[in-house]
């Protein structure tokens, strides 16, 4: 069974006449942004797909990068990383609630952590329900990966936004990525056995 966005073009801006999927981090002008910018950019990459949608209101159009960079420094305002950047989902979930309210946008949030310790985790099938249930909504879902595991395709102590889950058996789960501009799939249990620093994931629910 799988559960996608309905739409993925709302996540597409044009770059140099060409399409990508989402923001990118790359596109902050200062290095500290570009190094630490993950958490703001997939914020920014949730909005725009909530409002590129029609589920909430936008007041500036968001077609090309110029937008979405506009989008993303006035979510680094509320959406802030620290020395240890955007490092829980408690952080990324407080930034959001910041920008909705500074925004009149009417909106809220859902956050899932998953514990370093595997025995404090949430089961996996909680997990997959989880980010089930933000995409049947029709919203893409921020995932905080803190450490990798043995999944070669993700960065460690990053921010990437889940755009499907493709559930073809209880132990075979994949989900499909947006990553600064890349996409890829990769097996959600493989990340949730071999992780020695969890993560966790939210959405918004407009």
């Known amino acids: 069974m799988k559960t996608a966005l309905r739409t993925l073009d ?32 997939t914020a ?15 007041t500036r159009p968001l077609r090309s990068k110029e937008d979405g960079l506009y989008l993303m420094e006035t979510v680094w305002r509320h959406v802030t990383p620290t020395a240890m950047g955007v490092h829980t989902p408690e952080h990324f979930e407080k930034g959001l609630q910041s920008f909705l309210g500074a925004n009149n946008l009417s909106a809220q949030t859902r956050s899932l952590p998953v514990h370093h310790r595997p025995s ?19 919203g893409p879902v921020a995932f905080l990966n803190l450490h990798n595991g043995t999944v070669h395709q993700l960065d460690p102590w990053h921010w990437v936004t889940i755009t499907a889950i493709n559930e073809r058996n209880e132990a075979a789960v994949e989900i499909e990525i947006c990553d600064n501009l890349n996409r890829f799939t990769m097996d959600l249990r493989e990340w949730y056995e071999t992780t020695s620093r969890g993560g966790g994931f939210v959405y918004l629910v407009v």
């Not at 920014?44 to 936008?58: F, T, V, W």
């Not at 404090?120 to 029709?138: C, E, K, Y």
């Open 44 to 58: 920014s990459n949730l909005l725009i797909y909530h409002l590129r949608a029609g589920h909430l209101p936008m």
């Open 10 to 41: 709302h996540f597409s801006l044009a770059v140099n006449n060409q399409t990508v999927c989402g923001c990118n981090q790359d596109w902050y002008p200062t290095i500290w942004q570009r190094k630490a910018g993950c958490g703001p950019t």
């Open 120 to 138: 404090q985790r949430p089961p996996f099938a909680a997990v997959v329900a989880f980010i089930r249930s933000g995409l049947a909504l029709d």
